[in-house]
């Protein structure tokens, strides 16, 4: 069953913030963010294992409430290369062959 | 950086023909997998390959599609009988490791069309 993302579209100006949500109604093992750009391939961005930790990449940080079995994505003084769409992905055990993804969030950073 | 890397970038295919997409993982990595991503909606996981076998499939991987490491560094998927609806984007991607603290890096992407 695939995770649910919210909100599934958000625009910014320039230097605001942002919390893009990915629950999951089964046990998750780990958390996977990646960013789209229109045509482009997914970027990872940062994995979250169980143990409800967190992590921060420049001004892109998540955290994994095991929980909850929830998992966000935090984007703070947001940058116009912000933009794009953000799925998370999540695994289900440790093995981490399969990634189930989300329906993704839109993000668009206007000046 | 090493990079997934996929051929064509663009393929246009007669509904009912076969096509195989190829993919060159990074090279020290083990763990293969395809996605692909219908225009406008989600990535969808299809395969993943270990160790010269498949490891896990989704419903949508069927009789239809197969997947073969047929040297030290291709991965290619192929559709024997395409149909309309697979007409998408796929995507390879790569693992190094088996730890799901490893992260999946993907290619450029494949956009197959079928007429």
């Known amino acids: 069953q695939q995770p649910v993302q919210s909100p599934q579209a958000v625009i910014l100006r320039e230097g605001e913030d942002a919390v893009i949500n990915c629950s999951s109604s089964k046990a998750l093992y780990s958390v996977h963010w990646y960013r789209q750009k229109h045509g482009e391939a997914p970027v990872f961005l940062m994995i979250?294992?169980?143990?409800?930790e967190q992590k921060g990449h420049e001004k892109i940080s998540a955290s994994f409430n095991e929980k909850k079995q929830q998992s966000s994505l935090y984007l703070t003084a947001s940058q116009l290369s912000y933009s794009g769409t953000y799925f998370c992905?999540?695994?289900?055990?440790?093995?981490?062959?399969?990634?189930?993804f989300g329906g993704g969030t839109r993000l668009m950073v206007k000046p | 950086e090493p990079e997934v890397t996929q051929t064509p970038s663009h393929q246009v295919t007669q509904m009912g023909q076969e096509v195989i997409l190829r993919c060159v993982p990074i090279?020290?990595?083990?763990?293969f997998y395809w996605y692909r991503q219908i225009l406008g909606q989600k990535v969808e996981f299809l395969v993943s390959?270990?160790?010269?076998?498949?490891?896990?499939k989704s419903e949508i991987f069927d009789d239809q599609f197969s997947v073969e490491r047929p040297d030290g560094s291709n991965f290619t998927l192929k559709i024997r009988s395409t149909k309309l609806e697979d007409s998408a984007m796929y995507f390879c991607a790569s693992r190094r490791g088996g730890n799901s603290n490893q992260p999946q890096h993907f290619g450029d992407g494949t956009r197959l069309s079928i007429l």
């Open positions: 979250l294992l169980k143990g409800g």
């Open positions: 992905g999540t695994g289900a055990n440790n093995a981490g062959n399969m990634l189930t």
């Open positions: 390959f270990y160790n010269n076998e498949i490891s896990e």
């Open positions: 090279s020290n990595h083990l763990y």
